[in-house]
């Protein structure tokens, strides 16, 4: 795990343990990092980015507390600590001292083009602190610091990822070949799961509406509702098209948990109607997510067990880490300690 191996390549991504992770989370991200890891030809590593939570307001024993329960979510969706190191970001202290070498070769004007900059001080605008302007720097510094070749994303972490590319690729212009510049993986379904109750928006556990979400660790009751109460439209025929956001989001769902394509979904629901429909992805979601549930209700109470598996996690990552980082000082022209 240490050195990439021949022909391995390094994956890298992290969450925001900001409270409930949504089928969003699992769909776009978590699911692919299950799928990346149980492939030979990758090295994974996966972070609880939990210093990048507090660019927006935490409340002290909520944080810690999420913060548990997301790595603890993380063993649960079937990541392998043995295969794959998982660690708290705030442990490994070289994420902040390279996003601040790396704030220094990042431009204002790129970091204000940022659309979640912008929609996040539009959301919070008694507190647009500099950590939510720098937000994406720190980005680059977690995904930089492992070398990593592909970085498992929703869509929208599209652009942030632009940006670490091009901040690998301006300090490697400048110095010499230091930072991989990495590659998205983006699914090609599920990147973008919209709200259920306005396909127009981003599927987001801050919605207000609890019916527009679903968490992963819902009932299968609450998931059942949720999926019948999804806005639609009044056609009433189950195929992917223009003007019919609602359905083109569940018939994603669908298929990126079933496997099936929209021309095999179109068939099985063909004369029914969305009730129907409705019923069978909720069902399908129910099932996809009932053992990462039952994983994380047995796994949250065994305290120990996680600590030791995050304080593992922060030995390996740290041992990598460093090498980058301190690569990085001596190219700047530092004196190394
Ligand atoms: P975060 O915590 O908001 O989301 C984690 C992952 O879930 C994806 N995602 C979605 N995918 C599809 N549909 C949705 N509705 C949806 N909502 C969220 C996100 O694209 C993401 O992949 N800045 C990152 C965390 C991060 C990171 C990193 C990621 C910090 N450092 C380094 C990769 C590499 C974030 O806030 O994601």
New binding site residues.
Partial sequence: MENNQVNKKRV?????P?GML?L??Y???LKNWTAIQNDDRFDCLYAV?DL?AITVRQEPAKLREQIRSTFALLIAIGLDPDRSPIFLQSHVPYHAQLAWLLNCYTQFGELSRMTQFKDKSAKHADNINAGLFTYPTL?AA??LLYQSDL?P?????KQ?LELARNIAERFNALYSPTFVVPDPYIPKI????MSLQDPCK???KSDENVNAWVAILDKPEDIMRKFKRAVTDSEARVVYGDGKDGINNLMSIYSAVTGMTMEQIAAEFDGKGYGDFKTAVGEAVVEQLRPVRERYESIIKEKDYLEQLYKQGAETANRIAAKTFFKAMKKIGYVLP
């Fill in positions: 890298f991504s992290a969450i925001q900001s949504t969003g989370n769909l776009g991200a980015a990048h980005m977690d995904i970085v994303i929703g869509q929208d972490q942030h599920g990147a973008r799961v981003k599927m987001s």
